[in-house]
């Protein structure tokens, strides 16, 4: 079964709207850690956002902002006012502190942000 | 800093032609890794180092072998090409394991 699931293969948006992009996550460790990171077109992996599980409150960066929904193991990307540059790949990302640390990815969501 | 780099950029192989890709860090970051991406699959860990002289297979270690000599080079081998292996790979590294990763360019590999 995947650890992360990003369900949504493609979005679109209109450049200065808001934008959520979807993940879920599985994991029965109490302590992990969830990285969202983008990949423009021309192929660079750029870290976003880190959310602990013991955060008490959600992380955010700037225009990014992560929805951490804990119960429904949910943590949605939150891009505010979007930008034409913030079109690229996006992946969910988890690390699980009880096993080996190193971080699985899901299989990314493609955002293209319209003029 | 030149933060990770790796070589080469492209490289095309024949069928059972050996090659390494170099993957270095000037952040003296204690882990790094190899991962590859093909189309609709994300990334996919296929060795990870936690620090100098050690190594551990991730998920799609089978046909690539490692070494982390010195703490700022991970070498990524492929002993026999397969076509399978046509893929991008990028390498990155993180201060310990529950920080961010920083990511190489990738490396374009094209195995026929």
């Known amino acids: 079964a995947q650890k992360i699931t990003q369900t949504q293969p493609g979005m679109f948006v209109q450049e200065k709207e808001a934008v959520t992009l979807d993940c879920t996550y599985d994991?029965?460790?109490?302590?992990?850690?969830l990285f969202w990171y983008k990949q423009p077109s021309s192929g660079e992996m750029i870290f976003l956002i880190y959310?602990?599980?013991?955060?008490?409150q959600n992380a955010t960066e700037g225009r990014y902002s992560l929805n951490f929904q804990k119960a429904r193991k949910s943590a949605n990307l939150v891009i505010s006012a979007s930008q034409l540059g913030d079109s690229a790949m996006y992946f969910c990302?988890?690390?699980?502190?009880?096993?080996?640390?190193?971080?699985?990815f899901g299989r990314g969501t493609s955002l293209i942000v319209h003029p | 800093n030149a933060g990770v780099t790796q070589t080469p950029k492209f490289r095309v192989l024949k069928t059972g032609q050996s090659m390494t890709l170099l993957c270095a860090q000037d952040?003296?970051?204690?882990?790094m890794y190899w991962y590859r991406q093909d189309p609709g699959m994300g990334l996919r860990l296929i060795h990870y180092?936690?620090?100098?002289?050690?190594?551990a297979k991730g998920e799609v270690p089978d046909g690539y072998n490692v070494s982390r000599l010195k703490k700022q080079n991970f070498l990524l081998g492929l002993e026999s090409a397969a076509p399978s292996q046509t893929s991008v790979y990028f390498c990155?590294?993180?201060?310990?394991?529950?920080?961010?990763?920083?990511f190489g360019p990738g490396t374009r590999l094209t195995v026929t």
């Open positions: 990155a590294s993180s201060r310990e394991a529950d920080y961010e990763q920083y």
């Open positions: 994991t029965s460790d109490p302590s992990y850690g």
């Open positions: 959310q602990g599980s013991y955060d008490q």
């Open positions: 990302a988890m690390r699980e502190d009880g096993g080996s640390y190193i971080p699985t």
């Open positions: 952040m003296n970051h204690e882990y």
């Open positions: 180092s936690v620090g100098e002289g050690t190594t």
